[in-house]
């Protein structure tokens, strides 16, 4: 598709701004995952492929944690992922090259990424409660995970959008992110919290 070239080029043409891209930190990344900013808005989110689980530069995984995953390989599962996935609502995804040094390394060398175009959003699925979740965004994801196997699909990996509809109601939309634990060699850890909803 277009966008996956239009992606790219919109990352690249922001890298050389000073603090263009930011480390996020969060308790529930397993990878390396950096925010990209245009402009000071936020465009995209990052995931070298040498800081996922075992690879070299992840610090706090020394090997996969999930079974049936070699690793290195979750930025392509985050682009099929995203490939297949349009019609339940997976944001714009792409592998490329980036330049070690927008992660804070020395060095002229480059690294393959996954790169996600940032969702603004209202929090994630684990946030609240799933009463008023869009039932058909819940059919649509939970379609997409058995297509691809997902092993990792938890609350935090569900974005929220909370809209009103013309009566005033509350209904909260989906959008599923972070697909790097799909397609595995193994169907020991499948998890669909959905089931739960």
């Known amino acids: 598709p277009r966008w996956v070239v239009g992606l790219a080029e919109e990352v690249r043409g922001c890298l050389d701004a000073p603090g263009a891209v930011q480390r996020i930190a969060a308790d529930e990344c397993a990878c390396g995952t950096y925010l990209v900013e245009e ?12 800081e996922e689980p075992g690879m070299v530069h992840n610090k706090r995984y020394s090997e996969s944690q999930k079974t049936g995953f070699a690793p290195g390989e979750g930025y392509k599962r985050e682009q099929f992922a995203a490939l297949i996935g349009q019609y339940a609502g997976v944001p ?31 929090g994630e699925s684990w946030d609240c409660g799933p009463a008023k979740f869009c039932a058909a965004d ?13 092993c990792d ?31 595995p060699t193994s169907l020991a850890d499948l998890d669909f919290e959905w089931l739960t909803w």
């Open 138 to 150: 819940v059919r649509r994801i939970g379609l997409l995970d058995l297509q691809i196997l997902n």
């Open 92 to 122: 714009e995804t792409t592998a490329m090259l980036m330049p070690e040094r927008v992660f804070g390394r020395n060095g002229g060398g480059s690294v393959y990424a996954s790169v996600q175009r940032f969702v603004p959003n209202d």
């Open 39 to 50: 402009g000071g808005r936020p465009l995209a989110v990052a995931k070298p492929r040498d």
């Open 153 to 183: 699909r938890h609350g935090g990996n569900i974005l929220i959008h909370r809209v009103e509809d013309e009566d005033g109601e509350e209904t909260i939309r989906l959008t599923p992110i972070d697909h790097g634990f799909t397609l």
